[in-house]
């Protein structure tokens, strides 16, 4: 395993630590998500450079563009809970309530 993929799949394992294990704010389970895409652009990437292959040389820019994608509607949900429910606590959101 190279040095290049030993980092890779830690930070993306960091990441999915970090969604499982420290949930109790929004934001941060948004920003462990983040990391998680943002590694697995850079894993694309670098596995396209190294295909040397102009095929597979948009897939890197589509999931950065569905990476932002998925920001934005984090952050809007973000701050429709913070404005119903007063913090972004995940404990204190119920299907029930919404």
Same mark, same amino acid.
């Given at each position: ?13 960091? $990441? !999915? $630590?970090?969604?499982?294990? %420290?949930? /109790?704010? !929004?934001?941060?389970? =948004? @920003?462990?998500?983040? $990391?998680?895409?943002?590694? =697995? %652009? ?5 596995? /396209? +450079?190294? =295909?040397?292959?102009? +095929? #597979? ?5 589509? @999931? @950065? &563009? ?9 952050? &809007?949900? +973000?701050? &429709?809970?913070?404005? /119903?429910?007063?913090?972004?606590? +995940?404990? #204190? !959101?119920? !299907? @029930?309530?919404?």
């Amino acid at each position: 395993m190279t040095p290049s993929h030993f980092t890779l799949c830690s930070a993306f394992l960091l $990441g !999915l $630590g970090g969604v499982t294990f %420290y949930r /109790t704010h !929004l934001l941060s389970a =948004l @920003l462990c998500l983040e $990391g998680m895409m943002l590694s =697995l %652009y850079v894993a694309l990437a670098l596995w /396209t +450079l190294q =295909l040397n292959s102009t +095929l #597979s040389s948009a897939a890197p820019m589509f @999931l @950065l &563009a569905l990476s932002a994608c998925e920001a934005s509607a984090g952050l &809007a949900l +973000l701050v &429709a809970t913070a404005r /119903t429910h007063g913090n972004d606590r +995940l404990q #204190s !959101l119920t !299907l @029930l309530q919404c």
